[in-house]
């Protein structure tokens, strides 16, 4: 089986390599999975430079999420999951950027045959940090406001669908025209562009209203701005820094107006959350890929081989959305979405 392979730290395209390995033996409690798909996030390439919570052995199997067909399993799993379509559970415990994977049967989630495999392969990461990021802070109910940054990310979209799914509005902030644009198209009910006249053009666009949530995954001032836009005691969770600058709240308003301030890491989930918890909310979000209410922009699908130009691509600005592999077609050669 052909599987991307991480030989060091450094640059995507310098230190991975396609290789020929042999199908591991597998254990009794684990399944051979048929990828059918397979996401490049920013994660993974944190992963890649050496920058990520979470170290590699070289050579390492590379990927975190994606779906497949389980296509053999061990003498104690279950016979029913024979030829299900199920999901990875984004644990680092194996590489999803392959034809063929062994996974532990307790890292994969059975998913629907009806819904669309780019789709379901993206839940593992994104559309399980959005819901938890809705749930666990603050208790928010129809009605209430909320704001976000980078809100054209793939993470962003899934927030602005699921507080929609639950009445909440949004008000999200992007760096860019065309995103905002996006953005609207996509439901977002505010989109305010980030620059000098950020804090005047959120409280314009909220219009007297008042945040009971801000979610950052940038960094730098505007999670700063959004968040003298908070109600009193409101939350801030901070889970990424894309900007690569430092979250910059003033201490005042965390102080004075007792805001809180929170850091979001899903893999602490993953390894904390009861098996049943983790189980239940990845079916709940493949139900709603499923159904249609959940899914985020695709911009380009790659076949394995293409491997270079699917970083490329995924590492560039102003995307339309995710860059995917798609396994088992001869119909994926860079195709655009
Ligand atoms: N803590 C966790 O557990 C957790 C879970 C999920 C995701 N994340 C993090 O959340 C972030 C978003 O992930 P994703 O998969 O949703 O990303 P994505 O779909 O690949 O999108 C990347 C986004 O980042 C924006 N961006 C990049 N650099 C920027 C900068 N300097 N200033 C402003 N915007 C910038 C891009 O804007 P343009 O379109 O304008 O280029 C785009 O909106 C990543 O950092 C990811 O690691 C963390």
Redesign the pocket.
Known sequence: MRQLQLMAHGEPSDVIELNTVSEPALGQEDVLITMEAA?????DF?FVSGNYGVRPTFPSSVGAEGVGRVAKIGSKVDVSLRNKRVLIIPNYEQGTWADQVVVPVRNIVPMSDEADPLQLSMIG??P??AYLLLNRYVSLMPGDWIGQ??????????IFALAKLAGVKTLNV???KE?AEQVRQWGGDRVVL?GDNLLKDIEEALDGKKLSLVLD??G?APVGELAKSLKPGGSIVV??????QFPAIPPGDLIYRGLSLH???????IRNAPRTEIEEIYQKLGDLVADGSLS?AVDHVYPLDQFKEAFKQ?L????S???LFQFGGNDVAGISK
Do not use: E, H
């Open positions: 996401p490049l996030n920013p994660s944190l990461i994104n399980a940090t940054t980078a809100a054209n990310s793939a993470a962003g979209q899934y992007v760096r860019r995103a980030q995954s940038l730098g889970y990424a820094m894309l900007s690569g850091g979001f890491w899903l893999i602490n989930w985020s995924s560039k600005s102003n995307r959305g995710k860059i």
